[in-house]
T-cell receptor, first 117, second 113 residues
């Protein structure tokens, strides 16, 4: 395993529900990421956190709300989602966000398969 | 599994043969390229990377070739095994860009026993 765990692995929710996705990394990393992998598009970066601070929001709609209480945990709070939000949501971590030089290697979790009805 | 519905190019090879997976990247200014492997039910897993000032890099059973003239990247897998069956993605990045990766659409590799 990669050292990055995600729960739940599968989630079905209605458009009016509120749910949260959880990610935990056991690698001692300081950067964590949320990605969306949908059936029709390549893997898309959503959010980046470095030392608990958000450093990137890739124009993600406000119905997705990330939270990073510490360097080991990352949440994605979901509310009022749309059917087109159905996708595999992947969490990743890296040593830190490399501000200079090449990017640090990112280690991915297995993802949460989300279905919005 | 992942990417069902996305019309991924598929490469089917016989076990023991060599595989070549291709990727056309978008930005001629990219500094860094990475190959990831994603097996069914799992997240992407780093395989190998290459910097833009190189044209070849070898790992264990894998070789990445970079042709900057035509913005083309390839992953060669020697003696392909059933465990190599997966979707393979290339990604590109810039130096000093805070770990931002741009992923390609992926290629599905199927290994026939």
């Amino acid at each position: 395993e990669t050292g990055v765990t995600q729960t739940p692995r599968h989630l079905v929710m209605g458009m009016t529900n509120k749910k949260s996705l959880k990610c935990e990394q056991h690698l001692g990393h300081n950067a964590m990421y949320w990605y969306k992998q949908s059936a029709k598009k390549p893997l898309e970066l959503m959010f980046v956190y470095n030392f608990k601070e958000q450093t990137e929001n890739n124009s993600v709609p406000s119905r997705f709300s990330p939270e990073c209480p510490n360097s080991s945990h990352l949440f994605l709070h979901l509310h009022t989602l749309q059917p087109e939000d159905s996708a595999l949501y992947l969490c990743a971590s890296s040593q830190e966000v490399a501000l200079a030089g090449p990017p640090d290697t990112q280690y991915f979790g297995p993802g949460t398969r989300l279905t919005v009805l | 599994g992942e990417n069902v519905g996305l019309h991924l190019p598929t490469l089917s090879v016989q076990e023991g043969d060599n595989s070549i997976i291709n990727c056309a990247y978008s930005n001629s200014a990219s500094d860094y390229f990475i190959w990831y492997k994603q097996e069914s039910g799992k997240g992407p897993q780093f395989i190998i990377d290459i910097r833009s000032n190189m044209d070849k890099r070898q790992g264990q059973r894998v070789t990445v070739l970079l042709n900057k003239t035509v913005k083309h990247l390839s992953l060669q897998i020697a003696a392909t095994q059933p465990g190599d069956s997966a979707v393979y993605f290339c990604a590109e990045a810039f130096n000093n860009a805070g770990n931002m990766l741009t992923f390609g659409g992926g290629t599905r590799l199927m290994v026939k026993p």
